[in-house]
């Protein structure tokens, strides 16, 4: 009887913040692992912070002394320049990184121009996806954010992995006083908090390892009792 293939895993890696080329090699490592590549494609989304050039060569400098083939894919591009569609470049990867920066923006444009539906199509297909800060707020259903002017707010993500998130727990004042009382108030649903240098690897929507690259950086969960949030830190995975 012929064996039938196996149904990828989708797997997605976030941190909550300050992710570097220690981060990277966790990502490659996992996708040499789910798929026997030796030497991943790593697609790099500067999308958040508007295709920054400087944040593209950070993500070549990175990438640096890893095996590993960097990619970077931006989105302020046009017709003649950009002869490959979407769905060529999103699904002919092994990974793909968002970047940190603004995930409003990020939002608007990923779904303006179809990107959200092929990242969906990507993630199925077991093309792991991943990012920090914002890059690792964008998979949930929503979450804390600093996108817009004065003050922190709530901003709605991709809904590939349910309930809310928070990145920057430890390091941004404010972050961990307002992602409280949303989740208090019922205006946010439960969901995680990470510091920064700390993450989480989902399989499926399933915390499978929870991941520090700093030493102290935690992850939390928190979820709402009654009209209390309450925040209860994760076990690192060994």
Not at 4 to 19: A, D, E, F, Q, T
Not at 82 to 104: C, F, H, P, Y
Not at 186 to 214: H, K, M, S, T, W
Request: net charge positive; aromatic share 8%.
């Amino acid at each position: 009887m012929a064996t039938l293939p196996s149904k990828p895993v989708p797997r997605i890696l976030i941190s909550g913040g300050n992710y570097d080329a220690r981060w990277i090699a966790r990502m490659a490592a996992l996708i040499v692992a789910a798929t026997g590549r030796k030497r991943p494609r790593l697609l790099y989304l500067p999308t958040a912070v508007g295709d920054d050039p400087a944040a593209c060569l950070r993500w070549y400098e990175r990438c640096a002394g890893l095996d590993v083939e960097p990619l970077v894919q931006r989105v302020f591009i046009d017709s003649l320049t950009q002869t490959r569609s979407w769905a060529e470049v999103l699904l002919g990867v092994d990974g793909i990184v968002a970047s940190g920066g603004n995930t409003l923006n990020q939002q608007a444009i990923w779904r303006a121009q179809g990107i959200d539906r092929l990242l969906r199509q990507a993630w199925q297909r077991g093309i792991v996806l991943g990012g920090a800060s914002a890059g690792g707020l964008c998979w949930f259903d929503s979450g804390s954010t600093d996108s817009r002017p004065q003050r922190l707010s709530i901003v709605q993500g991709l809904g590939f992995l349910k309930g809310s998130h928070c990145p920057h727990y430890d390091s941004e004042p404010g972050r961990r006083p307002q992602y409280q009382r949303l989740v208090a108030s019922g205006e946010l649903p439960a969901g995680y908090a990470c510091d920064d240098g700390a993450g989480l690897l989902f399989e499926g929507r399933r915390v499978a390892q929870v991941i520090a690259v700093e030493a102290g950086a935690r992850v939390y969960r928190v979820t709402r009792r009654g009209e209390h949030a309450v925040e209860r830190a994760l076990p690192v995975s060994a």
